[in-house]
């Protein structure tokens, strides 16, 4: 779509499922707010399982420059945290609301969870997220 020959496209809906472009929020700490994104290109998100996609996270982690405060983490959970042209969360990390955008089954096909072009997601440890949900306290602040 143009108009004024401006492309108006939204971004979610400007690359197909199968060439996709995510972010990730890769999460070491809640409390400090210690997060860092990575972002990944050409992404099939109607073949890429959440477990594909973890592994993606993790490789890119290990040997990718400038992750290696991160590279003892242990990240076991997906959770979507903003679709392209979507609300967002007060929070700038996670979504501490919607349990049920966590992605639990990593056999499950990332289209098929509704994720597409531009979305986010938060890559944490679950014992720390359930943790920081009894009490949403950051420690940055003091």
């Known amino acids: ?59 890119a982690i290990q ?13 076991d959970t997906l959770k979507l945290y903003t679709k392209a042209h979507g609300a967002k969360t007060t929070n700038l990390i996670v979504n501490l609301d919607h349990d049920e955008w966590i992605f639990d089954d990593d056999s499950r096909i990332l289209a098929d969870l509704g994720l597409e072009n531009e979305s986010e997601v938060s890559f944490f440890n679950r014992e720390t997220y359930e943790d920081f949900k009894e009490n949403p306290a950051t420690k940055w602040e003091s």
């Open 63 to 75: 040997t990718q420059p400038g992750w290696k405060p991160y590279r003892n983490a242990v990240l």
């Open 1 to 59: 779509m143009y108009s004024d020959g401006i492309d108006d496209t939204p971004t979610n809906l400007a690359l197909p499922k199968t060439d996709a472009t995510l972010t990730v929020r890769v999460i070491k700490s809640f409390e400090y707010r210690t997060e860092r994104s990575l972002v990944l290109h050409h992404i099939n998100l109607q073949e890429n399982t959440v477990g594909q996609l973890k592994d993606k996270v993790r490789q």
